[in-house]
T-cell receptor, first 112, second 114 residues
Framework: KQEVTQIPAALSVPEGENLVLNCSFT??????LQWFRQDPGKGLTSLLL?????REQTSGRLNASLDKSSGRSTLYIAASQPGDSATYLC???????????FGKGITLSVRP | EPEVTQTPSHQVTQMGQEVILRCVPI?????FYWYRQILGQKVEFLVS????????KSEIFDDQFSVERPDGSNFTLKIRSTKLEDSAMYFC????????????FGPGTRLLVL
């Protein structure tokens, strides 16, 4: 059974810092990996999708990498801003029906 | 840009009552999903739906739950007799094709069972 882990559960950084959020998964037989952002009490906003054949994907200040063999992904946020404060969820696509298995998320607080 | 919509945004119900949560997936999408998130916990897969039938369901999706695509645009999740532990945020998602495509999520319905 696929398990997705995100450690630490929470992170607080000063504005302007570059930071890395980690995600690990137990079964390397994944199709894709997706990073989401969730604001308190709100829905899921897709940030980046990395296909299984890719090693990284970039969007603006965000860069996500994928190492299937080691079961790891990282989300790099450059020059963090207070508006980046949210919970960041990592999820992997597994199985023929491509259901998503989520990690519990990392709650990021960027201090002005 | 097309998006997944869900109604209602919030629902409060009494234990034992039936609820129907509604979703309108993106129009050319073929694969549909329901997930739920109990407060403070992970987002969990409930069920996937393709070609008018359930393609996979989790152990959470017991006989109290059912899904339907009644009219070619709506996708519904019915909980027949709600329990306190059904209180959660329920997310609908849709995807156009297999494998290499992202799932797009709706804003969620927050269900509170009293």
């Amino acid at each position: 059974k696929q398990e997705v882990t995100q450690i630490p559960a929470a992170l607080s950084v000063p504005e302007g810092e570059n930071l890395v959020l980690n995600c690990s998964f137990t079964d390397s037989a994944i199709y894709n990996l997706q990073w989401f952002r969730q604001d308190p009490g709100k829905g899921l906003t897709s940030l980046l999708l990395i296909q299984s054949s890719q090693r990284e994907q970039t969007s603006g200040r965000l860069n996500a990498s994928l190492d299937k063999s080691s079961g790891r992904s990282t989300l790099y946020i450059a020059a963090s801003q207070p508006g980046d404060s949210a919970t960041y969820l990592c999820a992997v696509y597994t199985g023929a029906n491509s259901k998503l298995t989520f990690g519990k998320g990392i709650t990021l607080s960027v201090r002005p | 840009e097309p998006e997944v919509t869900q109604t209602p945004s919030h629902q409060v119900t009494q234990m034992g009552q039936e609820v129907i949560l509604r979703c309108v997936p993106i129009s050319n999408h073929l694969y549909f999903y329901w997930y739920r998130q109990i407060l403070g916990q992970k987002v969990e897969f409930l069920v996937s739906f393709y070609n008018n039938e359930i393609s996979e369901k989790s152990e959470i999706f017991d006989d109290q739950f059912s899904v339907e695509r009644p009219d070619g645009s709506n996708f519904t999740l019915k909980i027949r007799s709600t329990k306190l532990e059904d209180s959660a945020m329920y997310f609908c998602a849709s995807r156009r094709t297999e494998y290499q495509e992202t799932q797009y999520f709706g804003p969620g319905t927050r269900l509170l069972v009293l």
